[in-house]
C-alpha cells in the first residue's frame, strides 16, 4: 500500500484544485490562461521547497525540460495548441 504525507495528500489537492479551474476556463473560453499558469508554478515551486527533497532536483528539472521540449514541439506541428503544451510542462 501507498503512504501518503501530508504534504502529498496536499499536492493532490492544489493539483486538482488548479485541474478544476484551467479545465473550466479552458471549456468555457477556450484558453489556458497565464497567470493560471504562473500560479501553478508558483504554489507547486513552493511545496517542493516545504518537503525539502532537493536531491530529487536533477531529476525533476530533467522531466520539466523534456516535457516542455515535447509540448513544443507538438504545439509547432499542431497537434496541441500553445496552452496545452504550457500545461503539460507545468504538470510535469
Do not use: H, Q
Amino acid at each position: 500500500m501507498i503512504e501518503l504525507t501530508t504534504l502529498d495528500i496536499i499536492r493532490l489537492f492544489v493539483f486538482a484544485i488548479f485541474g478544476i479551474i484551467i479545465s473550466y476556463y479552458d471549456l468555457k473560453e477556450k484558453k489556458i490562461y497565464n497567470k493560471n499558469i504562473l500560479a501553478m508554478a508558483i504554489v507547486g515551486i513552493t511545496l517542493f521547497l516545504i518537503g525539502r527533497n532537493f536531491d530529487l532536483l536533477p531529476s525533476l528539472l530533467t522531466n520539466f525540460f523534456l516535457a516542455l521540449l515535447i509540448g513544443f514541439a507538438f504545439w509547432k506541428i499542431g497537434i496541441w495548441s500553445a496552452g496545452d503544451g504550457k500545461l503539460f510542462s507545468i504538470c510535469t
